[in-house]
């Protein structure tokens, strides 16, 4: 069965340094793998997703998030960290092949500290 | 592009009463999904459809439950009697099935309160 891991509920980051939100994964067969930050009050906004390719993947509001095949992990990362972020994130794992649901991690929460 | 639309945006209602949540798909898309989101349970998928045929409701917490899609731009969730334990955040997404196009595009959620 499909899964995701985050195996932290909560990040504390100061402002300008970098920032790494942890996610590890179970699939069976090639993965899909997505990240989505959640706002206050908002729906789940899309970051970035790793289909095949490049193991550095690069997104919006510039994140990017590293597939490590042998770890099976899928770790979001920015180098500068702005208040602004400060946000919940999902990962999350495609369903098994030939479906096309998603299964969400937990969700971290980010604060990036002034 | 309006995004995914959902409606009410917020619903305050009492216990017993049918509550209906609205959605509509952004257009071209023919997967829609609907979550559930608490602080208890965190985000789970309820029911979704691909070309507006159930495909997975195993998520439907119990038969008070459903979910209609009559067309590729509307789709329902209907709580039917609502319980205060039925309180959430009620989340709308679709997607372009195929292609590797799996990216779900969430709609801005209506908020339930069951009293």
């Known amino acids: 069965a499909q899964s995701v891991a985050q195996p932290e509920d909560q990040v504390n980051v100061a402002e300008g340094n970098p920032l790494t939100v942890k996610c590890t994964y179970s699939?069976?067969?090639?993965?899909?793998l997505f990240w989505y930050v959640q706002y206050p009050n908002r729906g789940l906004q899309f970051l970035l997703k790793y289909i095949t390719g490049d193991n550095l993947v690069k997104g919006s509001y510039g994140f990017e998030a590293e597939f490590n095949k042998s770890q099976t992990s899928f770790h979001l990362k920015k180098p500068s960290a702005l208040v602004s972020d400060s946000a919940l994130y999902f990962c999350a794992v495609r369903g098994q092949t030939g479906a096309n649901n998603l299964f969400f991690g937990t969700g971290t929460r980010l604060t990036v500290i002034p | 592009d309006a995004g995914v639309i959902q409606s009410p945006r917020h619903e305050v209602t009492e216990m017993g009463q049918e509550v209906t949540l609205r959605c509509k798909p952004i257009?071209?898309?023919?997967?829609l999904f609907w979550y559930r989101q608490t602080m208890m349970r965190g985000l789970e998928l309820l029911i979704y459809?691909?070309?507006?045929?159930?495909?997975?409701d195993s998520g439907m917490p119990e038969d008070r439950f459903s979910a209609k899609m009559p067309n590729a731009s509307f789709s329902t969730l209907k709580i039917q009697p609502s319980e205060p334990r039925d309180s959430a955040v009620y989340f709308c997404?679709?997607?372009?099935?195929?292609?590797?196009?799996?990216?779900?595009?969430f709609g801005p959620g209506t908020r339930l309160l069951v009293l």
């Open positions: 459809f691909n070309n507006n045929v159930p495909i997975d």
């Open positions: 699939v069976s067969g090639n993965p899909y």
């Open positions: 997404a679709s997607s372009l099935m195929g292609n590797s196009q799996e990216t779900q595009y």
């Open positions: 257009s071209g898309h023919n997967s």
